[in-house]
């Protein structure tokens, strides 16, 4: 009767590890959801960003700038742009640098830079220049620079 009763023990252990075999191996190869490649295109992230931006989201604004400056320098602009609205001037800066670099006929990163400078009361002359390139950039936009460079020079006056 022992060994009847060990078999039963052995036979009950056999099949509950069995039964959690298959459940396991049948648990692995369930279907899963991968998304392999972002669906959205930079341009989509880039767009996304923009609208982040005008509701005042800008963490969220930048995590889609993130997404978008690899295939598109105007994101690092944008980028500017956001930690300019959260006073995170340094990024700022870096960023307004970046897409200069990336993107040299930006005039409104040109602009933007010099306004930055002015906001901080900083490198004003190299603002000035700033602007300036702008305008050469971008004539259609020279009210909006001149704006800019006009207040520089104004607080350049009061400094000498």
């Known amino acids: 009767m022992k060994s009847e009763g060990a078999n039963e023990t052995m036979r009950s252990i056999f099949v509950?590890?069995?039964?959690?075999?298959?459940?396991?191996a049948v648990g692995c190869t369930m279907p899963r959801i991968m998304i392999l490649s972002d669906p959205l295109s930079a341009e989509e992230h880039l767009q996304l960003g923009i609208a982040y931006?005008?509701?005042?989201?800008?963490?969220?604004?930048?995590?889609?700038?993130?997404?978008?400056?690899?295939?598109?320098?105007?994101a690092y602009y944008y980028l500017g742009n956001a930690y300019f609205q959260k006073r995170e001037f340094g990024k700022a800066e870096f960023y307004y640098k970046k897409a200069i670099n990336k993107e040299a006929s930006n005039a409104d990163a040109y602009n933007n830079l010099a306004w930055l400078y002015y906001v901080q009361?900083?490198?004003?002359?190299?603002?000035?220049?700033?602007?300036?390139?702008?305008?050469?950039?971008?004539?259609?936009?020279?009210?909006?620079?001149?704006?800019?460079?006009?207040?520089?020079?104004?607080v350049n006056k009061t400094i000498e």
């Open 53 to 74: 931006e005008k509701e005042g989201e800008f963490d969220n604004a930048i995590r889609e700038y993130e997404a978008a400056k690899e295939e598109t320098p105007r």
């Open 121 to 154: 009361r900083k490198r004003l002359l190299e603002a000035e220049g700033l602007v300036l390139k702008a305008m050469e950039l971008n004539p259609d936009k020279k009210d909006m620079y001149k704006d800019t460079l006009e207040r520089i020079r104004k």
């Open 16 to 24: 509950l590890s069995l039964a959690i075999v298959v459940v396991l």
